[in-house]
């Protein structure tokens, strides 16, 4: 039987070594941005930690506060970040620093792009069923209660939006102040944001009549059909 060359045996095949800067960029995503939570919010630090693990969750943090200061992409010195992070150095495939790399693609926060690349999720996404049953009993209570909280808040903001929308909308037919705050008392808003969104939309009014007269100061005077002669010589 013909040996394995040495060069070829299982023992001595070894991984390519590890880029010494990874090019890190941002990874666009509408609707994990949308709904998603900043790596550096309270969300992520109660939820996703646990599923992540504190390495991986603190290096997402900083490469979220690189890319704030560095949209368009930066240059990631591993062996420095990792010692930053309190992970010793990054040599070796399954040194801490790499391992939290990896993590961050077995949870499709990040992709790799080609050997020296690596694409970031901005936000993370909301947790799934499956990764909230890995968590403690009173985490995923937490979580519930949580989401609870957020869409009452959606529904006040919503409320709000529709408010000022209403408000803007008297104002443009030429109602006051004291008017509009009547009509959303009259259309069951609470009287805080009632008062709150009759503010809000007086201002807008006003706002968009100064940019309306200004346009029409800066528009030639267009008589029957056609505009005003130039002066001669211009």
Same mark, same amino acid.
């Given at each position: 039987?013909? #040996? %394995?060359? =040495? !060069?070829? &045996? ?6 390519? #070594?590890?880029? +010494? ?10 609707? %994990?941005?949308?709904v998603?939570?900043? #790596?550096?919010? /309270? ?5 996703w ?6 390495s ?5 943090? $900083?490469?979220?506060?690189e ?8 240059d ?9 992070l ?26 790799? &792009? ?32 949580w ?9 006040? %903001?919503? !409320?709000?939006?529709? &408010? ?8 443009g037919?030429?109602? +006051?102040? +004291?008017d ?6 009259? *259309?069951?808003?609470?009287? &805080?944001?009632?008062?709150? =969104? @009759?503010? *809000? @939309?007086?201002d ?5 009549? $100064? =940019? /309306?007269?200004?346009a029409? !100061? ?10 005003p !002669? ?5």
């Amino acid at each position: 039987m013909t #040996p %394995v060359p =040495a !060069a070829l &045996a299982p023992s001595d095949r070894t991984h390519p #070594p590890a880029p +010494d800067h990874l090019h890190v960029e941002a990874w666009a995503d509408p609707v %994990v941005d949308r709904v998603g939570h900043d #790596p550096r919010s /309270a969300y992520v630090e109660r939820f996703w930690l646990g599923v992540l693990g504190p390495s991986t969750t603190l290096l997402m943090r $900083r490469l979220a506060t690189e890319l704030d200061a560095q949209p368009t992409g930066f240059d990631l010195d591993l062996a420095e970040t990792s010692r930053s992070l309190g992970l010793g150095g990054n040599k070796g495939r399954h040194s801490a620093f790499l391992r939290a790399i990896d993590r961050t693609t077995t949870f499709r926060l990040a992709r790799r &792009a080609g050997r020296d690349g690596l694409q970031v999720r901005r936000h993370l996404p909301p947790l799934t069923l499956a990764q909230l049953k890995r968590l403690p009993t009173t985490v995923q209570d937490a979580h519930d209660e949580w989401n609870r909280a957020e869409l009452a808040r959606r529904d006040v %903001v919503a !409320a709000r939006d529709r &408010a000022r929308r209403l408000a803007l909308s008297l104002f443009g037919m030429g109602c +006051d102040l +004291d008017d509009v705050e009547r009509e959303l008392h009259r *259309w069951r808003y609470h009287p &805080a944001m009632a008062s709150a =969104a @009759a503010t *809000w @939309a007086r201002d807008r009014h006003l706002v968009d009549q $100064r =940019a /309306a007269g200004r346009a029409a !100061a800066s528009t030639p005077e267009v008589v029957d059909g056609r505009p005003p !002669a130039q002066p001669a010589g211009s």
